[in-house]
């Protein structure tokens, strides 16, 4: 295959996935190491993507609603009671772990006067604590992703699996029977390495989220010990959660 028409393809490749590894892009298309230097160099010159470690971001515009402020808006209500909830579930002088997204954030909006340990890989976590003489923060490290706020990749992983926590509390974007899912491939490493660390897993997410198998598989139910949700949940899924031993709480 020529040049001209690999980089074609490798940026067809980048409009349907976010992220896509080094490796998979030497064996998708049958060629060198070298050979896909340059035309992830090329396609960076051009703003296509961004080459980070173990492959490349595209920086392409979607229309999936995936960045943080888009989150943000989004069932906000429901949000807003699921992260009160989760936040009386910390007692003092915990570490926590808490991941990215909206619903975090607004646990963490209710934490702001406890005495505890938080460990994050959030920036928007991060500034709800910026004042807080009570919360002690760590900030993971690794490659900062600015479209949901995040620092992710190895640097993020090793850190993560150097400590531990009482509790890791974190949104998601899949729940069904299979376990659970995010569409973005580029975090989830970093999700995994979280729920190892944690000793018990706290998942804070609305009932828009149940029923969807997300492209890639996180982990499966048995991983997850309590799951805050709103009352729309339906009772199909509580049913579910039941049979796998998850404690539901609705907010």
Known sequence: MRQAERI???QEL???QEFVDFEQLCSVFGASKSSIRRDLLELEQKGIIRRVHGGA???QVRDEGV???RLSGSLHSEKTR???LAASLVSDGQTIILGGGSTAVEVAKNLVSKPIQVITNSIPVVQVFWESKQVEVTLTGGYFYPRLGVQLGPICEKMLSTVSAEMLIMGIRGISPSGISDHNTLIVESLRAMIKSARKVVLVTDHSKFGIDSM???APL???DQIVTDSGLDTNFRQM???NEIEVLLA
């Open 67 to 69: 960045d943080f402020d």
């Open 57 to 59: 971001i595209s920086l």
């Open 241 to 243: 959660l039941k049979e």
């Open 82 to 84: 699921i992260g009160r």
């Open 216 to 218: 890639v598989h996180v």
């Open 14 to 16: 980048f409009a349907r």
């Open 222 to 224: 048995t991983d997850v």
């Open 8 to 10: 074609l393809k490798v």
